[in-house]
């Protein structure tokens, strides 16, 4: 007031405020610098402590799930009577599969012992089928053909997808009594989560007399279906979890303490060679057995098809070059075969697997 007696008193008061509010943001700015400066280093410090430093000798997989099997939970008896809790919900899974819903289950655990318990109690009876949705080569087509050609009995062929599709919905109308129930564990698989496999398996889902009952692992599954897919699903969410172990789920999967051999992939021959009709296994024992006899030679790029169907015809698994080329067409779908054109224009197949694989593979079939 001395210096400047025109100032009234609130005008000082405003000022000194102002000074103060000024000073701190000052200093908090001041504050935010510096941080930013002290970690603005180059150098970033990350611990070296990894798997391989453990020097520990990674496991076959046999060897893995004999430890884990002979060591059971301690938990075991609340984890039964859990599962038990659920299997009460089979009658009302059942009604409301007649009443135009499907049934998901999601949760922690495996939910494959729990549908199958189901299909084994309840659909006995019934036109059912099982999906491995986990399975990696598990494609649309197989399952079409699957619904066609074994649940409907349709001996021809379609030319795509959607002419198969339209096929079972004017079929499954024909028929309203008939009713297939189709089981699929994980639709939310890295092979079914497409935006045309979600969409064919929805179009199926929306069939009156086809019944859907899946289950679901994937943090994000749901994002795949959009609002016109969720009204084809028309599911009925159940939350089912069980503590289970991911054990058929995971085998086809690579882990960081598993030895890497030739066991996922001779798993994965196996699981789809028994898919396939008796004279598909021949055609492709044939390509593997000669594909053996040609393991030494370096320049080896595969057999050549006039030579394959050839062989084929030899051995009476194929009458046409037609039949050959489709059933070629169903072991690329599956990954089974890889095809090239060489140098010469010449089309040559190869199986995509070392041969110690297709060794045990040939034995083990031989033991069957």
């Known amino acids: 007031l001395e210096n400047n007696p025109k100032l009234s008193v609130h005008e000082i008061l405003y000022k000194n405020v102002c000074v103060h509010l000024c000073k701190h943001f000052s200093f908090q700015s001041n504050l935010v610098e510096e941080y930013f400066e002290a970690h603005s280093s180059s150098k970033v410090l990350t611990s070296d402590r990894t798997l391989q430093k453990l020097q520990t000798p990674k496991l076959d997989r046999e060897t893995l799930l004999r430890l884990l099997g002979g060591k059971p939970s301690c938990y075991i008896d609340e984890i039964n009577e859990l599962n038990k809790k659920h299997e009460k919900n089979f009658s009302k899974w059942m009604l409301q599969l007649h009443m135009g819903f499907n049934i998901l289950l999601y949760g922690l655990g495996s939910k494959k ?3 199958e318990k189901f299909r084994t109690t309840i659909l006995s009876d019934s036109v059912h089928m099982v999906v491995n949705g986990f399975f ?3 494609t649309l087509k197989s399952i079409l053909n699957a619904i066609t050609g074994e649940m409907l009995e349709h001996e021809g062929t379609f030319r795509t997808p959607m002419d198969q599709i339209d096929f079972i919905v004017k079929t499954l109308k024909k028929d309203p009594d008939n009713h297939i129930y189709l089981i699929i564990h994980n639709i939310d698989g890295p092979m079914l989560r497409g935006e045309k496999n979600q969409q064919a398996l929805g179009q199926l889902a929306s069939i009156p007399n086809m019944h859907l009952l899946a289950s679901i692992d994937h943090i994000n599954a749901p994002l795949v279906w959009d609002h ?3 009204s084809w699903f028309n599911w009925l969410w159940y939350e089912t979890t ?8 995971t085998s086809y999967e690579n882990s960081l303490l598993v030895q890497q051999t030739g066991a996922l992939a ?9 898919s396939l009709t008796p004279n598909a296994r021949g055609i492709f024992r044939l390509l593997a057995e000669f594909q053996l006899e040609n393991k030494d030679n370096p320049s080896y ?8 169907y050839q062989r084929c015809r030899e051995a009476f698994l194929v009458n046409s070059d037609i039949t050959l080329r489709t059933q070629l067409t169903e072991f690329r779908d599956h990954k089974l075969i890889r095809t090239k054109k060489g140098a010469d224009g010449v089309e040559y197949l190869l199986i995509p697997v070392d041969a110690g694989t297709l060794t045990d593979f040939l034995e083990k079939e031989d033991v069957e």
């Open 136 to 138: 990696p080569s598990i």
């Open 228 to 230: 016109t897919k969720m």
């Open 266 to 274: 001779l798993s994965s021959l196996t699981h789809v060679l028994r």
């Open 301 to 308: 790029t595969g057999l050549s098809f006039q030579d394959f």
């Open 242 to 249: 069980s503590f289970l172990p991911y054990t058929e789920e």
């Open 113 to 115: 012992f729990l549908l």
